[in-house]
């Protein structure tokens, strides 16, 4: 019996530790999910929070070329849709939608996700602990990196039920910049704008 019991035990050893994950298995492996609301859409909360100007708190998602994006500063919310060039943005406090065009790059929901997509990119990264349901990694910023706009250091959470990001806190310039609520999975109805939804309100269009 002792030694089914020796057996027991070093089977359980060796399997925890043939689970065991680097930091960066577990980042490629986040990657490789994210990868996925190419094609399914995604959505996340990105918050900043300012020095005496307070929090603004951003609801983004994305498929294809669609987009929404509900901002909060101080208590007051825009909505803004956007399809390739085009944008409608509702103010409720002007109950007043205006739809114009826009020149971007690219598009900041891409940008957002891209920042946690690229997290190993110009940091030392380090698994710092684990709960039951996501790790813990350590993102510091290694020598070799020479932009000055990168943050010191990243906390990142990533979930062990999907892999995908829980959230991603960093600090730069007095500016503290959260990631969280990441998810897969976003419809087309979500991402477009509908105006048998917003009744009464005033449209203005600058695309003339």
Excluded: H
């Excluded at 997509?117 to 990694?137: H, S």
């Excluded at 897969?184 to 005033?202: I, N, Q, R």
């Amino acid at each position: 019996m002792r030694k089914l019991s020796l057996v027991a035990v070093i089977l359980m050893a060796f399997s925890a530790f043939a689970s065991a994950q680097t930091a960066d298995e577990i980042i490629d492996r986040m990657n490789k999910e994210m990868d996925k609301g190419d094609a399914e859409g995604f959505s996340m909360i990105f918050e900043m929070r300012f020095p005496i100007l307070g929090q603004m708190s951003t609801l983004m998602k994305l498929l294809g070329d669609y987009s929404r994006s509900e901002v909060e500063i101080k208590g007051e919310k825009n909505i803004m849709w956007m399809v390739k060039d085009t944008s409608w943005t509702y103010t409720p406090k002007s109950n007043e939608i205006v739809i114009e065009y826009v020149k971007r790059s690219g598009d900041s929901s891409n940008n957002q996700q891209d920042m946690v997509r690229d997290v190993a990119k110009g940091y030392d990264v380090k698994l710092v602990g684990e709960t039951a349901d996501a790790w813990q990694i350590r993102c510091d910023k290694s020598k070799s990196n020479k932009v000055k706009d990168d943050p010191k250091r990243m906390d990142l959470v990533v979930s062990k039920a999907n892999y995908l990001p829980v959230s991603m806190i960093a600090k730069a310039k007095g500016v503290t910049i959260t990631i969280r609520d990441y998810s897969l999975g976003v419809k087309k109805a979500e991402v477009t704008f509908d105006p048998s939804a917003y009744p009464g309100v005033t449209i203005t269009d600058k695309r003339q």
